[in-house]
């Protein structure tokens, strides 16, 4: 592999040391800082006498984590609210649709999504939403064509991952948008697998929701997921999915109906899961000081190389091979997924495995070429 200059700050990940991890598609291993920022809040916590921790530090914390989520997504300051999870940010998005109201009701997504995408708007078809989960022929890709095809004058919203997770098959956006909004539709990208390890332009691609969580490429702890909503359409919505802490006034503690804030925070539900933001906010620092267009710049190097890698040995892919149509991942197939994660692990290669996809393997800026390699060439061996 050619040389890279990158700052890989290895000794900030204790984890590193347990071997080669290339997990980060799905648990991103966790910053020296976090440790110290977790205790920060126990800390903090065990000095709290009341309810001074929501105006010493639990209220502002929220939008701190948002903004810099905003950042990596190419976002504006205040375009961001937190949530627990990539998939109640989904069902906000969904709450804010009346289906039955005009004859906009369907909804666009594809076969190569989370499974909470599917999951979520199949419970919509009560409401009165009409659902198209577009196929893949492959099970890897989905052409642009086919995509735009499916959207059409009764398309209320296009609600899809940037990047699959089992294919790391990744959509041309600002086509996807351009598209959408000129046959009226709005547009939410599921950026889990994107965020971290591939340039995002929310702001230029005008996209009107992203969805996403801080565990995998992000480097953070569980339960802090995230929703963008472009700025200018941020008060057209009102989530049925809602509660206090969207309330314009939170602490007048007021009856219904509800007067949702003027800000993001409309998108907001109850109380912040506050350790789930201390963990997340020392790796989204890291990968800002790192840079995106540096840990993107190393991720298609890698990527190229095992790829090239696994073309020579004769392994079939189940990832699209220009770089431009991919994320950070590479799904190779093998015969027995689960027993292969296990022989690796053995040698402490830490992968993991999909159905469909087979192995997924995930180089990321704190990974060594050297590391790489080896991983590479230990799994030509299990393979033989
Ligand atoms: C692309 C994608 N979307 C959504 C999810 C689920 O996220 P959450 O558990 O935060 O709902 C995952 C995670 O595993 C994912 O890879």
Redesign the pocket.
């Given at each position: 592999m050619t040389e890279s200059t990158i700052n890989r700050r290895r000794d900030e990940f204790p984890t590193l040391v347990s071997g080669i991890h290339l997990l980060s598609?799905?648990l991103g291993p966790v910053p020296l800082a976090a440790r110290e920022s977790m205790l920060a809040y126990c800390d903090a916590w065990e000095h709290h006498t009341g309810e001074d921790a929501w105006a010493t530090s639990w209220w502002e914390l929220s939008q701190l984590v948002g903004d810099g989520v905003a950042r990596i997504l190419g976002g504006e300051a205040g375009s961001v609210q937190i949530?627990?999870?990539?998939?109640?940010?989904?069902a906000s998005v969904a709450s804010c649709f009346d289906f039955k109201a005009t004859g906009r009701n369907k909804v666009v997504t594809t076969v190569l999504?989370?499974?909470?995408?599917e999951y979520i708007w199949d419970a919509q078809k009560e409401l009165g939403a009409v659902v198209e989960v577009v196929p893949s022929a492959d099970g890897v890709s989905i052409p642009l064509e086919r995509l735009l095809a499916a959207i059409d004058e009764r398309t209320c919203l296009v609600a899809l991952?940037h990047?699959?997770?089992r294919s790391s098959s990744r959509i041309d956006a600002r086509a996807i948008v351009e598209h959408a909004h000129a046959k009226g539709a709005l547009v939410l990208l599921?950026?889990?697998?994107s965020a971290g390890v591939v340039e995002l332009e929310a702001a230029n691609w005008n996209v009107d929701f992203l969805?996403?969580?801080t565990?995998?490429w992000l480097c953070g702890g569980?339960?802090c997921?995230y929703l963008y909503v472009r700025p200018d359409l941020q008060r057209a919505f009102k989530p049925r999915l809602t509660g206090w802490v969207a309330h314009e006034a939170p602490f007048d503690f007021a009856h219904a109906p509800m007067r949702y804030a003027r800000s993001v925070r409309r998108f907001a539900q109850g109380t912040p899961s506050i350790p789930a933001l201390y963990s997340a906010l020392p790796g989204l620092e890291i990968i800002e000081a790192v840079g995106l267009a540096a840990i993107a710049r190393e991720s298609r190097r890698r990527t190229e190389w095992m790829i090239a890698f696994a073309l020579e040995h004769g392994w079939t892919l189940n990832t699209p091979r220009k770089s431009n149509e991919r994320g950070g991942t590479v799904m190779i197939k093998v015969e027995n997924g689960p027993a292969m994660v296990e022989r690796l692990a053995e040698k402490k290669v830490f992968v993991d495995c999909r159905p469909n996809a087979g192995l997924r393997i995930s180089p990321h800026f704190f990974n060594s070429d050297e590391e790489v390699e080896e991983a590479m060439g230990i799994l030509a061996k299990l393979i033989r």
């Amino acid at each position: 592999m050619t040389e890279s200059t990158i700052n890989r700050r290895r000794d900030e990940f204790p984890t590193l040391v347990s071997g080669i991890h290339l997990l980060s598609h799905s648990l991103g291993p966790v910053p020296l800082a976090a440790r110290e920022s977790m205790l920060a809040y126990c800390d903090a916590w065990e000095h709290h006498t009341g309810e001074d921790a929501w105006a010493t530090s639990w209220w502002e914390l929220s939008q701190l984590v948002g903004d810099g989520v905003a950042r990596i997504l190419g976002g504006e300051a205040g375009s961001v609210q937190i949530q627990p999870n990539a998939s109640i940010a989904l069902a906000s998005v969904a709450s804010c649709f009346d289906f039955k109201a005009t004859g906009r009701n369907k909804v666009v997504t594809t076969v190569l999504d989370f499974p909470s995408m599917e999951y979520i708007w199949d419970a919509q078809k009560e409401l009165g939403a009409v659902v198209e989960v577009v196929p893949s022929a492959d099970g890897v890709s989905i052409p642009l064509e086919r995509l735009l095809a499916a959207i059409d004058e009764r398309t209320c919203l296009v609600a899809l991952s940037h990047t699959s997770y089992r294919s790391s098959s990744r959509i041309d956006a600002r086509a996807i948008v351009e598209h959408a909004h000129a046959k009226g539709a709005l547009v939410l990208l599921d950026v889990y697998q994107s965020a971290g390890v591939v340039e995002l332009e929310a702001a230029n691609w005008n996209v009107d929701f992203l969805i996403g969580g801080t565990i995998k490429w992000l480097c953070g702890g569980p339960a802090c997921g995230y929703l963008y909503v472009r700025p200018d359409l941020q008060r057209a919505f009102k989530p049925r999915l809602t509660g206090w802490v969207a309330h314009e006034a939170p602490f007048d503690f007021a009856h219904a109906p509800m007067r949702y804030a003027r800000s993001v925070r409309r998108f907001a539900q109850g109380t912040p899961s506050i350790p789930a933001l201390y963990s997340a906010l020392p790796g989204l620092e890291i990968i800002e000081a790192v840079g995106l267009a540096a840990i993107a710049r190393e991720s298609r190097r890698r990527t190229e190389w095992m790829i090239a890698f696994a073309l020579e040995h004769g392994w079939t892919l189940n990832t699209p091979r220009k770089s431009n149509e991919r994320g950070g991942t590479v799904m190779i197939k093998v015969e027995n997924g689960p027993a292969m994660v296990e022989r690796l692990a053995e040698k402490k290669v830490f992968v993991d495995c999909r159905p469909n996809a087979g192995l997924r393997i995930s180089p990321h800026f704190f990974n060594s070429d050297e590391e790489v390699e080896e991983a590479m060439g230990i799994l030509a061996k299990l393979i033989r």
